[in-house]
């Protein structure tokens, strides 16, 4: 087990150098973005030049790469153009995507498993039949559609919420787009579930735990919930880098100023330390929630542990 | 005070979750209330918040709300009043005595001399200070020294032009007769600062402090503002209401639909995509008035094809292949006016604006516009590339209609494409770098409502927003002429003389004047947009 989890832990550092080099080098292809910096008017040269060497966008792409880098080892991000330190972006912006991020996460366990249990016990029936129709069209709709919809008809019609979350973004606000956040992962895990939960109704250990005379709520929660996770877990695993990197719809339709707000705002003034910055931590992210999903595998499978 | 709307919120939220609440604010019934406090749309600001270094509309709003300065542009018909200046004084156009009035302080008690506006100035036009507005201290005796134009090293940090005489007095000394040169002091890179600023520079730069009718109660980078109404303000343009709460919106349409839910007062950017049902929304608490921004279609007269003899015929020609009526009704739901000259309709009669001053080379005109392209020997190459920049401002919705038009009126599908480019970023580095090979979009929003600020900078031989790099003798020599000048109608006589000649060579295909718009909420009233399109937020009353 410590040397799997030792050599995962080695396999991150070339994904790590290659992605962030990747996205380095995309955002410097697309010009030079001091020329942005002064509206529909010329920078005057000097002062141009002078913001570029403080931003060290005049030496070559590969050395402000490797000087970046070094920064970010010594926790340090740049400086976004109107003279915030990155890491103080971070800070406020992290907090409330990673609260965005649970109660969207909190949705698809919670109701996208239970849905997945009733319905892949009770294959065929109507229940059944209306969950799957449900989750086709919510899989089919994007999830603009939604996040305005329920905005328009909660927000402004029926006035059950505020329409926009407000600069504290409590959980209590959260709820809504959380749920559109979750809302298409939710409909995939509910239909995972069902097909794992339905397959593994008829392997034999279940029908052995059955013989046994074990309750039901045990066979079911023990023995066949248990097993029919795996697929589940990498799922929602892999889908929390996904919704943090994702939430750039639903944060713009409720205004929330997290993740995708900041990364969205820097690709349009093409900043690169902001873009590079929260990508490199959205990368992270990725890599560790891939990690914790393969050693979950090992804890819900002892199969796993020894391969 | 933060404090307590923390819990506010929170409690909001609660309820929020539980059943429809009214969590807006403090109602108060009818009549005004000087003490409530509104809530309106904002955007992050690009820079840092300093006045020479603040270019953009966003970052424009604070300063206005917290500085004022030697003379104000009146909101309604943007004339220059003095405002701290009590009197600007020259007699040859080029030494100004500069005098400013008693009793004026900064919201934080310092008092506002003579030195505080040197100092701002010689700190805005020094080149190690990265002010992107210094280009405004161009004009003052010493600016080369101070902002050399090669980037080199600057050989001295003050303006020699620049001379405090006493604490209410100080001398102006330009390097050349500008006779309109005081009424450019309203624009807010020539504010005051308080030596606050000087001596601890980030402090101030988290809570900006000025010595306007507001100062900043609360700034949180990215999120919101809190402007509180400063009680001790000695201008005569005193808050009408207890403060104003700016809060940052990611996208227009999430603050279109709070002000619809009643969770905001006050919208200054009403989205493309309401226009249709905001009158029936809004009704007359929606505003749609003139701004001084007008939008034209520039050529790259760096290029052969573009600057060769009769060329000036097919530009003609291509201006008068585009239904600007019909584009502005369609598109832009009339909140664009077709336009008939170079200027804009703030500036007013006396100030240079002259409707049809363009004449015909304006007017949609299909065969003459054929005729004309022809006879100029047709479009380089059989096509025009408009080039645009595709991330902000819904540019392809009217590229792809002036296309449209142009390709209708000359029969031909192909004679006309836009050429969209990706960011605003690489949209102003390619156009730095000279690498436009026909026509490109071209906006102009004014710094101040003088006819000098919509010629001079665009069309003067090597001005610093001249992007086409037109170059005309005839031109040059009239702004010469208008700048030296000392009576103001006989200036805007020479602007328009030169302005002319911007028409008869087709500089650059004037388009339309853009309307600043706004939706306001119930709670308030006398809300108005200032020429700049920025709201009046001291003027405006809540009840």
């Known amino acids: 087990m410590g040397r799997y989890v030792a050599r995962r832990l080695l396999q991150m550092i070339p994904v790590f150098i290659g992605a962030t080099l990747l996205i380095f080098l995309m955002v410097n292809v697309m010009g030079d973005p001091i020329a942005g910096l002064c509206g529909d008017r010329q920078c005057d040269p000097a002062t141009a030049a002078q913001l570029r060497k403080e931003f060290g966008l005049d030496k070559p792409v590969v050395q402000q790469y490797l000087t970046y880098m070094g920064n970010v080892f010594t926790g340090d991000f740049g400086t976004a153009f109107n003279g915030q330190p990155v890491t103080e972006l971070m800070a406020s912006a992290f907090p409330v995507t990673i609260r965005l991020t649970v109660v969207a996460i909190l949705f698809e366990i919670v109701i996208g498993i239970t849905l997945g249990v009733v319905t892949g016990l009770r294959r065929g029936r109507p229940i059944d039949t209306s969950v799957l129709l449900v989750t086709l069209v919510v899989i089919s709709v994007p999830t603009f559609v939604t996040g305005l919809l329920l905005q328009l008809l909660l927000g402004v019609e029926w006035g059950w919420i505020k329409p926009s979350v407000s600069t504290d973004a409590t959980f209590g606000e959260l709820i809504v787009p959380g749920l559109v956040l979750a809302s298409v992962s939710l409909a995939y895990v509910t239909r995972l579930t069902r097909t794992s939960i339905a397959e593994n109704k008829r392997s034999d250990y279940v029908r052995t735990a059955i013989a046994k005379g074990l309750p039901r709520r045990r066979v079911i929660t023990k023995h066949l919930l248990r097993n029919s996770l795996i697929p589940v877990v990498t799922f929602i695993g892999t889908d929390i880098g996904a919704l943090m990197g994702g939430a750039i719809v639903t944060e713009r339709i409720f205004n929330i100023h997290g993740v995708g707000y900041q990364l969205y705002q820097g690709i349009l003034r093409q900043n690169t330390q902001t873009v590079v910055g929260f990508v490199t931590v959205l990368v992270l992210v990725f890599l560790v929630a891939n990690l914790l999903v393969d050693l979950l595998y090992a804890v819900l499978d002892p199969r796993i542990r020894y391969a | ?543």
């Not at chain 2, 604490?167 to 600062?193: E, H, I, M, N, R």
């Not at chain 2, 790259?300 to 097919?314: A, I, L, Q, R, T």
């Not at chain 2, 540019?395 to 209609?401: F, G, L, R, T």
């Open chain 2, 1 to 543: 005070m933060r404090r307590a709307t923390h819990a506010k919120w929170a409690a909001c939220a609660a309820a929020a979750a539980l059943a429809a609440t009214a969590c807006g604010g403090e109602d108060s019934g009818g009549g005004s209330d000087t003490g409530a406090v509104l809530s309106s749309s904002w955007g992050d600001p690009q820079n840092p918040l300093e006045p020479a270094n603040t270019n953009e509309v966003q970052g424009g709003k604070v300063l206005d709300m917290i500085f004022r300065g030697l003379k104000r542009y009146d909101p309604e018909t943007g004339e220059a009043n003095d405002m701290l200046a009590e009197k600007i004084e020259t007699t040859d156009s080029q030494n100004f005595t500069i005098t400013i009035k008693d009793g004026w302080t900064f919201s934080n008690g310092e008092k506002v001399t003579a030195k505080s506006f040197v100092d701002a100035w010689n700190y805005g036009a020094s080149l190690k200070n990265n002010q992107k507005n210094a280009y405004f201290f161009g004009y003052i005796e010493g600016y080369d020294k101070t902002h050399p134009e090669d980037g080199s090293k600057q050989s001295a940090d003050t303006l020699s032009g620049l001379k405090v005489v006493d604490d209410k007095t100080f001398t102006v000394k330009l390097s050349q007769k500008f006779s309109t040169f005081p009424d450019t002091l309203g624009y807010p890179a020539f504010a005051p600062l308080p030596q606050a600023f000087f001596d601890d520079h980030d402090a101030w730069l988290s809570k900006p402090v000025g010595n306007g009718p507001y100062s900043i109660d609360s700034y949180t980078k990215g999120s919101q503002m809190s402007l509180r109404a400063w009680d001790a303000y000695p201008g005569t343009d005193k808050a009408q209401n207890g403060g104003v709460d700016l809060k940052v919106y990611t996208d227009n349409n999430t603050a279109y639909t709070d002000l619809m839910a009643g969770n905001l007062d006050l919208v200054d950017d009403v989205p493309a995509s309401q226009l249709k049902n905001v009158k029936a929304d809004l009704g007359d608490r929606y505003l749609n008035t003139p701004a001084g921004i007008i939008q034209t279609l520039a050529f790259p007269f760096y290029d052969k094809n573009w600057n060769k003899p009769g060329m000036e015929k097919v530009r003609t020609g291509l201006s008068r292949a585009i239904d600007r009526d019909q584009i502005t009704d369609t598109i832009f739901q009339k909140t664009r006016t077709p336009a008939t000259d170079w200027t804009s309709p703030v500036l007013g009669e006396d100030g240079g604006f002259k409707e049809g001053l363009c004449g015909d080379a304006c007017e949609y005109d299909a065969a003459e516009a054929k005729k004309l392209i022809e006879e100029g020997g047709g479009l380089p190459g059989g096509q025009v590339k408009i080039t645009y920049n595709a991330d902000t401002g819904s540019h392809k919705q009217w590229v792809d209609a002036v296309c449209n038009s142009i390709n209708n009126a000359l029969g031909n599908d192909r004679a006309c494409v836009g050429n969209p480019v990706g960011t605003f970023a690489d949209f102003r580095s390619q156009i730095t770098d000279l690498k436009m090979s026909g026509p490109f979009r071209a906006g102009w929003q004014m710094d101040y409502p003088l006819i000098q600020n919509f010629l001079q900078p665009l069309y003067y031989t090597n001005a610093s927003s001249n992007d086409g790099k037109w170059s005309n003798k005839e031109f040059d020599k009239l702004v010469d002429q208008a700048n030296a000048e000392t009576d103001t109608a006989k200036a805007v006589g020479l602007f328009q003389d030169a302005e002319e000649v911007v028409r008869d060579n087709m500089a650059a295909i004037p388009l339309w004047y853009q309307n600043g718009s706004a939706g306001f909420s119930e709670r308030l009233s006398d809300v108005k947009l200032n020429p700049f399109s920025v709201p009046v937020y001291n003027e405006i009353k809540v009840s």
